[in-house]
């Protein structure tokens, strides 16, 4: 009868055998990839062509550089009120019902076409077309839509 077996011993790899069977790897994982490598170095081989990875290249090295000018560029004031300003029309709009904007949009372009249809003719109005106008339910629900809306805006204003 065999003797039992108390401790297993590793084969330890040597370096040349573990480089060995990492080149063995690649090797098939090339074999596998043979198609998707061929792209990628056809298009490496086009932005090379292109000039763009030399542009790339030199992007890299000079990262430090083109960070400073970024930051320096975006701290500026004009810069500063632009996103300044997004922030706050991003609010004006997040805090917006959808369905009054959607309204809006709708109403604002109905009048455009409207507009566009009266634009070349050249008349003037006068005092008493406007005070009939006044009389169009349609001309009448803007003026006081509008004078609502600046009713509104002077009570925000007042605070």
């Not at 043979?34 to 000079?62: C, F, H, P, W, Y």
């Not at 604002?108 to 009389?135: C, F, H, P, R, W």
């Amino acid at each position: 009868m065999a003797a039992p077996i108390t401790s297993i011993k590793r084969k330890e790899l040597t370096l040349e055998e573990q480089q060995q069977q990492k080149m063995s790897e690649l090797q098939s994982l090339i074999s596998e990839q043979q198609q998707s490598l061929n792209k990628i170095l056809e298009i490496t081989g086009e932005l090379d062509r292109a000039g763009l990875l030399d542009a790339v290249n030199a992007m890299v090295k000079a990262k430090d550089e083109i960070a400073g000018i970024a930051v320096a560029q975006a701290s500026r004031e004009p810069m500063t009120n632009l996103i300044n300003n997004l922030l706050n029309a991003t609010g004006l709009l997040t805090s917006l019902n959808p369905e009054v904007t959607s309204n809006l949009k709708d109403s604002v372009t109905k009048g455009i076409e409207e507009a566009e249809l009266y634009k070349g003719n050249g008349d003037k109005v006068s005092v008493l077309q406007v005070m009939t106008a006044l009389n169009d339910p349609d001309i009448n629900r803007a003026v006081k839509y509008g004078l609502d809306f600046l009713k509104g805006m002077g009570k925000g204003l007042n605070k």
